[in-house]
């Protein structure tokens, strides 16, 4: 079974870091690429970034290029976020998402139930 | 960069009934569209993709059908568990962003 479990949200002051992890299990995980996509309370989705099985190619969306930086570790199925210069408007559950591909560039067919990130004084 | 738009915002349909809902590109992604389900509380789930084409373990009454820039997802008899937002995704273009609508909210009438 296709699990993808994430964690490290929680509260914390504009300006401030946090790092979310994504643990995958159920597949293998150096096949595929995944993504972070986010949801604000009450708004739709968000594609936040998306990274290749080798690493080789990561994207962004343009309201968090330069402020965050996603990574993956293959030998410990894991994924991760880094997020830094955190602002109000990146208050959201994170989801991360697998990508039916190696390259990242298309649809996801297994998410994990998120990890909520509230950025607040 | 494409826009997704999805309508209507909110379609109210009773159970049983059809209900069509609309997505379109502001410029042509070829088949490159997935629909996605979401109920509250819980993560998208991947319904269509390639237009068309259901995922593993969707009920028939589900289909999809488009190219370019219009797209339409249709369920055929609405049943209780149907009611839910449903969001269209174009994978066309590199990197994805901008690629989710912003949602239909599918409501009981």
């Known amino acids: 079974e296709v699990q993808l479990v994430e964690s490290g949200g929680g509260l914390v002051q504009p300006g401030r870091s946090l790092r979310l992890s994504c643990a995958a299990s159920g597949f293998t995980f150096d096949d595929y690429a995944i993504h972070w996509v986010r949801q604000a309370p009450g708004k739709g989705l968000e594609w936040v970034s998306g990274?290749?099985?080798?690493?080789?190619?990561?994207a962004y969306a343009d309201s968090v290029k330069g402020r965050f930086t996603m990574s993956r570790d293959n030998a410990k199925n894991s994924l991760y976020l880094q997020m830094n210069s955190l602002r109000v408007e990146d208050t959201a559950l994170y989801y991360c998402?697998?990508?039916?591909?190696?390259?990242?560039?298309?649809?996801?067919?297994?998410w994990g139930q998120g990890t909520l990130v509230t950025v607040s004084s | 960069e494409i826009v997704m738009t999805q309508s209507p915002a909110t379609l109210s349909v009773s159970p049983g009934e059809r209900a069509t809902l609309s997505c379109r590109a502001s410029?042509?992604?070829?088949?490159?569209l997935a629909w996605y389900q979401q109920k509250p509380g819980q993560a998208p789930r991947l319904l269509i993709y390639a237009a068309s084409t259901r995922a593993t373990g969707i009920p028939a009454r589900f289909s999809g059908s488009g190219s370019g820039t219009e797209f339409t997802l249709t369920i055929s008899s609405l049943q209780s568990e149907d009611f839910a937002v449903y969001y269209c995704?174009?994978?066309?273009?590199?990197?994805?962003?901008?690629?989710f609508g912003q949602g239909t909210k599918l409501e009981i009438k």
């Open positions: 995704q174009q994978y066309n273009n590199w990197p994805l962003r901008n690629t």
């Open positions: 990274i290749s099985w080798n690493s080789g190619t990561v």
């Open positions: 998402a697998k990508d039916i591909s190696v390259t990242g560039r298309y649809y996801f067919d297994y």
């Open positions: 410029q042509s992604v070829s088949s490159n």
